[in-house]
């Protein structure tokens, strides 16, 4: 690993048992009791003291912004991060902001990062990302219906999106909004933008939150939000009409490396507490932990766990040597993989905790209900999966 992140890895190792883990229960009943559409008071308490340790934006690979660390020295820290829901945010490194924040810094033009990558690093606003549509099937990015229409010097953008992650949150300010700019164009990849929202804009409406699973705010903020003759000025368009496929590829490559390592420190959590609670609970005369379904379960998420983690790393070292396009197979063989595994090492994890792992008290029907998730956030398995086998059979062709 890379000196700096090494050194990385320390702090947040002791920021994480020091302020983290102790306020865990606090935030989840904060989200509970406050809703999602408000801000929990320990996540601005815990910011304040992760920014005066230099914990902060650790995700961004440009040193004019960030940490200036490439894929693979933020990996671990990434691992680290995942073990608990609420760390990422209290870091400013959670998603969408931290692909939001890639977007702006790789694409925006030096007013736009002025006006919202700045304050989105400086953890003063929040942002989200408004793509997924319930009319159509989201799997296929092609397929959405939002209009991007040129109307003198605005655009006026019309859509209803669901799954904008952060949208209830009241410190959201700015919507990076993809829709079809140019929908006869021939290319069906060349058809959609990306356009700036400001939040306040006349017409953008956030309908109400979307629970994952029942859990609202947690995992994240899904949100629906409805967009009524939006009107923006052209100067809010992101690098240019019809490079919304584009960009949404090169913000999902580093983004996908995140999630599954967070899903691997997620599933390590849950691994520890399977093997904590096995030892300390007896039925049937022996500790749950010797009985023989146990240490089979226990070695499997080992091996799982160990495998997700190291293909991961690869698919980091791949994008950092190559660019993210050479890692389009590493990438899609993690995007299926991390989050299966960390469904079945959480599965076997409530399993061994009998009726309350079910519960709330200890944490994995949330982390079950994230994994899920991620099966089919940035893409579903199958289209994971189709595009790897794709690949596999072009070597055969001719």
Same mark, same amino acid.
């Given at each position: 690993?890379?000196?700096?992140?090494?050194?990385?890895?320390?702090?947040?190792?002791?920021?994480?048992?020091q302020?983290?883990?102790?306020?865990?229960?606090?935030?989840?009943?904060?989200?509970e009791?406050?809703?999602?559409?408000?801000?929990?008071?320990?996540?601005?308490?815990?910011?304040?003291?992760?920014?005066?340790?230099?914990?902060?934006?650790?995700?961004?690979?440009?040193?004019?912004?960030?940490?200036?660390?490439?894929?693979?020295?933020?990996?671990?820290?990434?691992?680290?991060?995942?073990?608990?829901?609420?760390?990422?945010?209290?870091?400013?490194?959670?998603?969408?902001d931290?692909?939001?924040?890639?977007?702006l810094?790789?694409?925006?033009?030096?007013?736009?990062?002025?006006?919202?990558?700045?304050?989105?690093?400086?953890?003063?606003?929040?942002?989200?990302?408004?793509?997924?549509?319930?009319?159509?099937?989201?799997?296929?990015?092609?397929?959405?219906?939002?209009?991007?229409?040129?109307?003198?010097?605005?655009?006026?953008?019309?859509?209803?999106?669901?799954?904008?992650?952060?949208?209830?949150?009241?410190?959201?300010?700015?919507?990076?909004?993809?829709?079809?700019?140019?929908?006869?164009?021939?290319?069906?990849?060349?058809q959609?933008?990306?356009?700036?929202?400001?939040?306040?804009t006349?017409?953008?409406?956030?309908?109400?939150?979307?629970?994952?699973?029942?859990?609202?705010?947690?995992?994240?903020?899904?949100?629906?939000?409805?967009?009524?003759?939006?009107?923006?000025?052209?100067?809010?368009?992101?690098?240019?009409?019809g490079?919304g496929?584009?960009?949404?590829? *090169?913000?999902?490559?580093?983004?996908?490396?995140?999630?599954?390592?967070?899903?691997?420190?997620?599933?390590?959590?849950?691994?520890?507490?399977?093997?904590?609670?096995?030892?300390?609970r007896?039925?049937?005369?022996?500790?749950?932990?010797?009985?023989?379904?146990?240490?089979?379960?226990?070695?499997?998420?080992r091996?799982?766990?160990?495998?997700?983690?190291?293909?991961?790393?690869?698919?980091?070292?791949?994008?950092?040597?190559?660019?993210?396009?050479?890692?389009?197979?590493?990438?899609?063989?993690?995007?299926?993989?991390?989050?299966?595994?960390?469904?079945?090492?959480i599965?076997?994890?409530?399993?061994?905790?009998?009726? *309350?792992?079910? *519960?709330n008290?200890?944490?994995?029907?949330?982390?079950?209900?994230?994994?899920?998730?991620?099966?089919?956030?940035?893409?579903?398995?199958?289209?994971?999966?189709?595009?790897?086998?794709?690949?596999e059979?072009?070597?055969?062709?001719?």
């Open positions: 690993m890379h000196t700096n992140a090494t050194s990385y890895a320390e702090r947040l190792r002791s920021f994480m048992d302020h983290i883990y102790p306020n865990e229960e606090r935030f989840f009943r904060e989200t009791e406050l809703g999602p559409w408000a801000v929990q008071p320990v996540v601005l308490e815990l910011q304040a003291q992760a920014r005066d340790a230099g914990l902060w934006n650790l995700f961004m690979p440009d040193t004019r912004f960030g940490a200036g660390l490439d894929n693979r020295a933020y990996a671990p820290l990434c691992e680290i991060m995942g073990r608990s829901h609420l760390a990422p945010e209290v870091f400013n490194c959670n998603a969408p931290t692909g939001n924040m890639e977007v810094a790789r694409y925006g033009t030096p007013g736009q990062q002025q006006q919202w990558l700045m304050p989105l690093l400086r953890g003063e606003i929040r942002s989200c990302f408004a793509m997924t549509e319930p009319q159509v099937a989201s799997s296929d990015a092609t397929n959405i219906e939002s209009s991007i229409v040129r109307d003198g010097d605005d655009y006026v953008i019309n859509g209803r999106k669901w799954y904008t992650t952060g949208a209830t949150d009241p410190r959201c300010r700015i919507a990076i909004f993809m829709g079809k700019s140019a929908p006869e164009h021939p290319d069906r990849h060349r959609q933008s990306m356009v700036l929202v400001p939040m306040d006349p017409g953008v409406k956030v309908l109400r939150p979307l629970p994952v699973f029942g859990f609202y705010g947690v995992p994240d903020r899904a949100s629906e939000v409805l967009f009524e003759n939006v009107r923006v000025p052209a100067a809010n368009m992101l690098l240019g009409e490079r496929f584009e960009m949404a590829q *090169g913000r999902l490559g580093p983004g996908r490396i995140h999630h599954c390592m967070r899903l691997v420190g997620l599933a390590e959590r849950a691994l520890e507490r399977m093997c904590r609670r096995s030892r300390e007896v039925a049937f005369g022996k500790p749950v932990a010797e009985q023989g379904v146990t240490l089979e379960r226990i070695a499997q998420s091996i799982l766990i160990d495998q997700a983690r190291l293909l991961t790393l690869d698919a980091a070292r791949v994008m950092d040597e190559q660019g993210n396009k050479a890692a389009k197979v590493q990438i899609a063989m993690i995007k299926v993989a991390a989050p299966a595994m960390a469904c079945q090492v599965d076997w994890a409530i399993q061994a905790h009998g009726g *309350g792992g079910t *519960g008290d200890f944490g994995l029907a949330r982390s079950y209900a994230t994994a899920r998730l991620l099966r089919l956030a940035d893409g579903p398995d199958e289209v994971h999966r189709n595009q790897l086998a794709k690949l059979l072009a070597k055969y062709a001719g």
